[in-house]
Every structure is written in C-alpha cells, then in structure tokens.
C-alpha cells in the first residue's frame, strides 16, 4: 500500500504525458471552445444582422411611399396610369334664329360690278324631260362665298315643296364655262339695280331683286338681312327669293293673298305686305298642293 503523500503525489490513472507535464490542472475553458462551435456563433450573429437591415428596408419604402398597401415606388421610376377624362357633355342643338334680320354678312352698297361664277356641279333634280341648267355668279369681293351660295340654292331648288313637286320641272347646277340657261346673281343693291333697269327698266330702289331675260338678280341686302315682313329663319327667306325669281322664269305671274290666315303665294310680294296671308317661302304646302292666290 502507498502512503498518503505517495498518493497525492502520484499521477492519476490514465492520465496522459500532457496532463503530467502540467502538474495535473486543467486546461482554462477558453482554450477548450472548439471550431465548430465558434462557426454557429458566427452564422447566429450574421443572421440577425440580416434581418434588422431588411426590417429597415421596408420600413424606408413604406415611408417613401404614401402608405397603401401596393403603391408604387417613386423611386423605381413606376407611375400611375393617368385616368382618361370624362367625356365633354355634347352641346345641345341650338333651334335657328327666329328673325330673319340677323346676318353676320357686310352689305356694302356698291361693289365691284363684276362676277365669280361657282365652281360647282351637281345632280339633275326633279323629273322634267329638259332640266334648267344653271349657274351662280357672286359680285366679285363680297363677303358671301360662290360654292357656298351654289350649294344653297342647289338645295333649295331640289326641295320636295320646291318648284320640282312639279313633274315638269328639273333643275341641274353647272359650273364655271358650262353652258347654262340661267344665271343667279347675287350683288350689292347698286348693282342690282343696274342690271334690273338694264334687263326690264324696273326701277328696284336698292331693296328689291329681279328676274331679267337670261338670269335672275339678287339683292344683297335681302339675302343678308331677309323681310321684315318674314318671320323666320334666314334660309327660309333665301329660298322665297328663289322660288320667287325662278318662279318668274318659269312663267308664273305674280299673285295676290288668298285670304285671312292662308299661306302667302310663293309669286306674292310678301317684302310689300302680306295683306293677311302667313309668310310662306314655298310654291306648295305640305298637302303637295300649290298655293294660289288672285292675279295681282
């Protein structure tokens, strides 16, 4: 048996060469700590750093943006896709003035005595076997264009109560050069008058227009202005005017009213006084009948 001093003194079992080389102490914990643990340490504090930058990432973008839910990001260049307008409300249709005295056109008295003719042509209107080929002449520097004045009387003459309701009739509008059998004049009162005392020595006052062998001539001023004695709108009047004169060539002579409240014959002076009759700017009412009157 060993003492007790030879006991402590001695080596325990098993102990290595290393272990005997230090006196029998144990290694300090810090020099223990393996790799492999180091790394998890390592991994745990990667981790978290992670994860606080992209908490602080979205924390930035909510703050940039205005704080829905799916807002683009004005940093990404991304916009909204802009609303179309709404649609402008469409203006309600405006009825026609109802005096025919109301015209933006100049009327000056006198002008140049020469003419435009439209360069215009159109469809033959009406059945008769031999259409009236015509033209439309504008005293030249008037504020009154030729094809539009074509177009208008074009469209008066082709009317259903017009002077076509008559099978005998047809009408055929024709351009500049084209040979014609009438001419529509539109001019200044002085020349009106000038080629209504020429054509029929018919003194016209500078208020009135003409029909004179080959043509009819039109005041300016009543096309711009209309009747007073017209109630209605201005296109109304213009086509009075024109069944009138046309009427005229057509052979028909002028016509007095019928009676109190009738319409006023197309062939009547209505601009002198109505004398009882409605102001009327067609040859047939909307029976398809003509509307006659007493020889004036």
């Avoid at 056109?105 to 003719?117: A, L, N």
């Avoid at 439209?118 to 009236?132: D, I, M, N, Q, Y």
């Avoid at 227009?209 to 109630?231: I, K």
């Avoid at 197309?266 to 700017?281: D, E, F, H, R, S």
Wanted: proline share 9%; glycine share 12%; with cysteine.
């Amino acid at each position: 048996m060993r003492s007790v001093r030879e006991r402590q003194s001695a080596s325990p079992a098993g102990s290595s060469p290393a272990a005997r080389r230090t006196g029998g102490r144990r290694p300090s914990s810090g020099r223990r700590v393996r790799p492999r643990r180091r790394g998890r340490v390592l991994l745990t504090v990667l981790l978290a750093i992670t994860l606080l930058g992209t908490a602080a990432l979205l924390r930035a973008e909510l703050r940039d943006g205005d704080g829905a839910r799916g807002a683009p990001d004005a940093r990404r260049g991304q916009t909204a896709p802009t609303p179309a307008p709404p649609p402008s409300p469409t203006p309600a249709p405006t009825a026609p003035s109802p005096s025919a005295t109301r015209t933006t056109i100049e009327v000056p008295e006198r002008g140049s005595g020469t003419f435009v003719t439209a360069r215009a042509g159109g469809e033959t209107v009406g059945k008769g076997s031999r259409p009236l080929r015509y033209v439309v002449e504008v005293e030249d520097g008037l504020d009154v264009s030729p094809s539009e004045a074509a177009e208008e009387i074009a469209g008066i003459l082709a009317a259903p109560r017009g002077w076509t309701h008559d099978p005998g009739n047809a009408f055929r509008l024709v351009g500049a050069g084209a040979p014609h059998d009438l001419s529509i004049r539109i001019a200044t009162p002085a020349t009106a008058d000038a080629l209504c005392w020429e054509g029929i020595r018919q003194d016209t006052g500078g208020e009135y227009n003409c029909e004179v062998p080959g043509g009819v001539v039109v005041n300016l001023r009543r096309w711009a202005e209309g009747s007073p004695t017209f109630d209605g709108p201005i296109h109304d009047y213009r086509a009075l005017i024109i069944n009138h004169e046309v009427g005229h060539f057509l052979g028909h002579s002028h016509m007095t009213c019928g009676g109190e409240g009738r319409l006023a014959p197309v062939m009547m002076q209505q601009i002198k006084g109505l004398n009882g009759c409605v102001a009327n700017a067609w040859p047939y009412d909307e029976d398809g009948d003509l509307v006659t009157g007493p020889a004036a």
